[in-house]
Every structure is written in structure tokens, then in C-alpha cells.
Nanobody, 115 residues
Framework: VQLQASGGGLVQAGGSLNLSCAIY????????MGWYRQAPGKQRELVAN???????NYADSVKGRFTISRDNAKNTAYLQMNSLKPEDTAVYYC??????????WGKGTLVTVSS
């Protein structure tokens, strides 16, 4: 199973980025898909995730600014990040969990927000 993430980069504060995460090589349906992030010197934290049925969970720090969506047919999730802040700077990791409770991780994509 491989998770391929794309869309990170450098943006000025107030700008937007869109991350995508595609899953390849799984025979089983994926329950949760989403992103975690890890800033330098900090623990990895949940940003947002979405279930197969569309139930969504956001970290309080991104509510109202980030939007997660999902295309089940393509096994792909998207994270639209608006009104980015310097504190959003981190490596963003795509994450997926199947119905057996097995987690899969992508390699991470760097998001840098300049002030």
C-alpha cells in the first residue's frame, strides 16, 4: 500500500494551498483518510480526517480555514487550506486507516507559510 501526497510548498500568510493524497495498492476499503502535521520541535498532531461515509473531524486550530474532502472512487482525499498562517508551517503527513485498524502513512510534504 502506498500513499502519494502532493501539493505542499511555500506560500505567504493569508494564501492558500491544496493537498491531495492518493492511495494505491490496497484491496480493502479505507475508512479514515486525512492529514497529520508535525512542526519542528513539536509532536505530530491531527489536522483533519474524513471517513468513507463523509464524517469529518478538524483540529480546532484549522476549523473555518481548512476543508477536507474525499473521492472514494479514486481513493483520494483533498485538503484545501485557506487563510494560511505561519503557525501552519509543518510537514504534513497523509494518513489512512482501513477497517481492520491498520494505519498507513505517506512520506510527508512540507508546507511553509511566510509572514
Amino acid at each position: 500500500v502506498q500513499l502519494q501526497a502532493s501539493g505542499g510548498g511555500l506560500v505567504q500568510a493569508g494564501g492558500s494551498l491544496n493537498l491531495s493524497c492518493a492511495i494505491y495498492g490496497t484491496k480493502f476499503s479505507i475508512n479514515h483518510m486525512g492529514w497529520y502535521r508535525q512542526a519542528p520541535g513539536k509532536q505530530r498532531e491531527l489536522v483533519a480526517n474524513i471517513t468513507y461515509g463523509g464524517r469529518i473531524n478538524y483540529a480546532d486550530s484549522v476549523k473555518g480555514r481548512f476543508t477536507i474532502s474525499r473521492d472514494n472512487a479514486k481513493n483520494t482525499a483533498y485538503l484545501q487550506m485557506n487563510s494560511l498562517k505561519p503557525e501552519d508551517t509543518a510537514v504534513y503527513y497523509c494518513n489512512a486507516e482501513n477497517y481492520y485498524g491498520i494505519f498507513f502513512w505517506g512520506k510527508g510534504t512540507l508546507v511553509t507559510v511566510s509572514s
